[in-house]
C-alpha cells in the first residue's frame, strides 16, 4: 500500500505538526447584554450562563471577559424605554452610549463593537420603522445611521448593523464620515437569515415582533446565491467584514464569502446554537468542552476568521 493517511495521526504530536485549523482566543468576540436597570446581574433562563448586567455591575462581567486574553465584544442594549421609531437607541444616554463610555474609560484597549438595530427599542419589535402596517427601508436606513453615529460618538470602535436593510451600510459610512469618524469600521451582517435559532435571544432582550415576523427583511434560509448578492453590495457600499448569522446551519455560506471575498469573514455562532449544546451538556448527552471545541474549529475551517460566541469565554479558558 503506497497510500496510508494513518501515518500522519500516529501520535499527538505529528498531528499538531500537521493540524490546518486551530482556534485562537484572539479569534474570539464575547457578546455582552447591558440593561438600564440598576444592580441587575440576572441569569438569561434560556440562556444558562449567560447574564443581563446593569452599568453598576458591568464591570464584573468586562473584567471576567479580559483576564483570559478575549480582545473584543459585541455589546447589546435593553432600554426601559421603547417607542415606534426607537428613539432610545440613538438617545444622549442612550444605554449602549453610557456602556461604551464606561467600558472604554477602564478598558481603552478592549475592542468594542456595538450591535445596530431597532427591535430592542420599538413598541412592535420590527427591526426598523413601520408604515402601514410594513418595515419602511428608507425610513429605518436614517434611524439607523444616526444609531450607528452615537455609538461612534460614545467611542464604539466598529458598529455592527444587524436590521437587514437595504443600503444600511452605505447610510452608515457616510454618516460616520461625514462626522469624522472615518476610523469606525462596519461589521456588516450580510447574510442573516429569518432562523429559529434566534429563539432564546428573542426571549432575552424582549425583542420578538408583535405582529408579522422578519422575512421580509431577513433571508430565505433557501438560499445561497442571495447572500453572496447581499455581500457584494455590502462591500461596495463600505462594509470592512461581511458577517454570516447564524453560524452552524450555514457552513456552507462562510465557506462560499471565504472563497469569494477578500475581506475577513465573521460568524455569528447565535442564541439558539449555544443553547442546544448547553442544555444537552447540563442533561448529561454531551461532553460540552469537546463538542463546543468541535463545532467552533468546524467554523473556522468553513472559512470564519472571527467566532461570535457566547462560549467565548469558556473557550477563552480552554485555549489558554
Ligand atoms: C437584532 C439581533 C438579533 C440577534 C442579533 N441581533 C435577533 C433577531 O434578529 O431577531 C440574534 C442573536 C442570537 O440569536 O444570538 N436584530
Redesign the pocket.
Known amino acids: 500500500m503506497n497510500h496510508r493517511p494513518r501515518r500522519l495521526r500516529k501520535n499527538a504530536a505529528i498531528r499538531s505538526l500537521v493540524r490546518e485549523k486551530e482556534l485562537n482566543i484572539s479569534d474570539l468576540i464575547c457578546?455582552v447584554f447591558v440593561t438600564e436597570e440598576k444592580n441587575i446581574k440576572r441569569e438569561i433562563p434560556s440562556m444558562p450562563g449567560q447574564f443581563h448586567f446593569s452599568l453598576d455591575r458591568l464591570g464584573e462581567e468586562i473584567n471576567e471577559i479580559v483576564e483570559p486574553g478575549i480582545k473584543a465584544i459585541l455589546l447589546?442594549g435593553l432600554p426601559e424605554y421603547k417607542d415606534e421609531i426607537g428613539s432610545s437607541a440613538y438617545s444622549k444616554n442612550g444605554i449602549v452610549r453610557q456602556a461604551v463610555g464606561l467600558i472604554k474609560e477602564k478598558h481603552p484597549d478592549l475592542f468594542v463593537i456595538t450591535?445596530v438595530?431597532l427591535?430592542?427599542y420599538t413598541s412592535h419589535g420590527h427591526?426598523g420603522i413601520i408604515d402601514d402596517n410594513s418595515v419602511d427601508n428608507d425610513k429605518s436606513v436614517e434611524i439607523l445611521a444616526k444609531v450607528a453615529l452615537s455609538h461612534a460618538q460614545a467611542g464604539a470602535d466598529m458598529v455592527a448593523p444587524?436590521?437587514m436593510m437595504d443600503g444600511r451600510v452605505g447610510a452608515i459610512r457616510k454618516t460616520l464620515d461625514k462626522n469624522n469618524f472615518e476610523d469606525v469600521s462596519i461589521m456588516s451582517?450580510s447574510a442573516?437569515y429569518a432562523s429559529a435559532?434566534?429563539g432564546?435571544?428573542?426571549g432575552a432582550v424582549n425583542?420578538a415582533p408583535s405582529f408579522g415576523d422578519?422575512k421580509t427583511y431577513?433571508m430565505d434560509p433557501a438560499n445561497s446565491g442571495e447572500a453572496v448578492k447581499e455581500a457584494g453590495l455590502d462591500l461596495q457600499e463600505g462594509a470592512d467584514i461581511l458577517m454570516v448569522?447564524p453560524a452552524m446551519a450555514y457552513m456552507d455560506i462562510i465557506y462560499r464569502f471565504k472563497q469569494d471575498f477578500n475581506v475577513p469573514i465573521a460568524a455569528?455562532n447565535?442564541?439558539?446554537e449555544?443553547s442546544m449544546i448547553k442544555a444537552a451538556s447540563l442533561a448529561g448527552y454531551l461532553d460540552e468542552k469537546q463538542v463546543v471545541m468541535e463545532a467552533m474549529t468546524g467554523i473556522k475551517r468553513a472559512g470564519a476568521d472571527l467566532i461570535i460566541t457566547?462560549f467565548a469565554k469558556e473557550l477563552a479558558k480552554w485555549l489558554s
Open positions: 457578546p447589546f450591535d438595530c427591535c430592542q427591526c444587524s436590521d451582517y442573516k435559532f434566534y432564546p435571544f428573542r425583542s422578519r431577513q448569522k455569528y447565535v442564541s439558539g449555544y457566547y
